[in-house]
């Protein structure tokens, strides 16, 4: 599975997932690449 998110001015990286996402391994995948990303967003408004 690939995972990326993105806004008006930025991206984050593609990230690629082994095996099924179940909640922890999902809950990990938004601490370690979407909350960085939206950090940044509310930092440049």
């Known amino acids: 599975m690939v995972w990326a ?3 008006f001015n930025s991206q984050v990286g593609l990230v690629f997932l082994d ?4 909640s922890p391994k999902y809950i990990e995948t938004l601490e ?11 930092e440049r408004k």
């Open 19 to 22: 095996g099924r996402q179940n």
């Open 5 to 7: 998110a993105f806004d």
């Open 32 to 42: 370690n690449h979407l909350m960085p990303f939206a950090e940044n967003i509310r």
